[in-house]
């Protein structure tokens, strides 16, 4: 199982670029995720979804927008990206389970906005 | 707006030493999750707590919950080296764990650093 992956790896971007990072999964999840971390701020929820065509914005929505078409895909956009844009992004996923369920983490894209 | 405390920030121990790391939360909540993050990787889930008094251990580390005074505890028995790592609690504020959305909201993290 490939479980979470994450596309690119990597990306450098300069100011006012547009760019889409790809996050799929094979674990049939239903509730998918989008964290960015920087360094003293740990991980904030950008946006999330909790299934097929639905998506929620969480902590730090502002200058992103998602669409969740299927369930095993969730992307990122950056419309005009900004130098504070700069960050480590990580997308998650995990079941639906009334008991609670912990993330499951792809390799997370590293993105450089100059 | 659900805040995630943890502390220290910084960890240095010795290898041998034992220490705790604290994760406090402000709203109800009785799911909590502890990840472990190397330096340029991914978060690996180490431990789901998912009811008041819960206890969980795996090595030498053990996670406990108390959910009447919003906290989380992550100890350190006899520290090696192999631990070296941030640490991160996260709170889940999903339906069912008293709260109304679908959201895991994640502490600063714990960079702990374990010397010879």
């Known amino acids: 199982n490939a479980g979470v992956t994450q596309t690119p790896k990597f990306r450098v971007l300069k100011t006012g670029q547009s760019m889409t990072l790809l996050c799929a999964q094979d674990?049939?999840?239903?509730?998918m995720y989008w964290y960015r971390q920087d360094p003293g701020m740990g991980l904030r929820l950008i946006h999330y979804?909790?299934?097929?065509?639905?998506?929620a914005k969480g902590e730090v929505p502002d200058g992103y927008n998602v669409s969740r078409l299927k369930k095993q895909n969730f992307l990122l956009g950056l419309e005009s990206a900004a130098p504070s844009q700069t960050s480590v992004y990580f997308c998650?996923?995990?079941?639906?389970?009334?008991?609670?369920?912990?993330?499951?983490f792809g390799n997370g894209t590293r993105l450089t906005v100059t | 707006e659900l805040k995630v405390e943890q502390n220290p920030l910084f960890l240095s121990m010795q290898e041998g030493k034992n220490y705790t790391i604290y994760c406090n939360y402000s709203?109800?909540?009785?799911?909590l999750y502890w990840y472990r993050q190397d330096p340029g990787k991914s978060l690996e889930s180490l431990f789901v707590?998912?009811?008041?008094?819960a206890v969980k251990q795996e090595g030498r580390l053990m996670a406990s919950l108390d959910t009447k005074a919003r906290l989380s505890t992550l100890h350190i028995t006899a520290a090696v080296h192999d631990l070296s790592a941030t640490y991160f609690c996260?709170?889940?504020?999903?339906?069912?764990?008293?709260?109304?959305?679908?959201?895991?909201?994640f502490g600063k993290g714990t960079l702990l650093t374990v010397n010879p």
């Open positions: 998650a996923s995990r079941k639906w389970t009334s008991s609670g369920s912990p993330l499951h």
């Open positions: 674990m049939n999840h239903e509730y």
């Open positions: 979804s909790v299934g097929e065509g639905t998506t």
């Open positions: 709203t109800t909540s009785d799911r």
């Open positions: 707590l998912l009811s008041n008094g």
């Open positions: 996260a709170v889940d504020m999903s339906p069912g764990s008293g709260g109304s959305n679908y959201k895991l909201t």
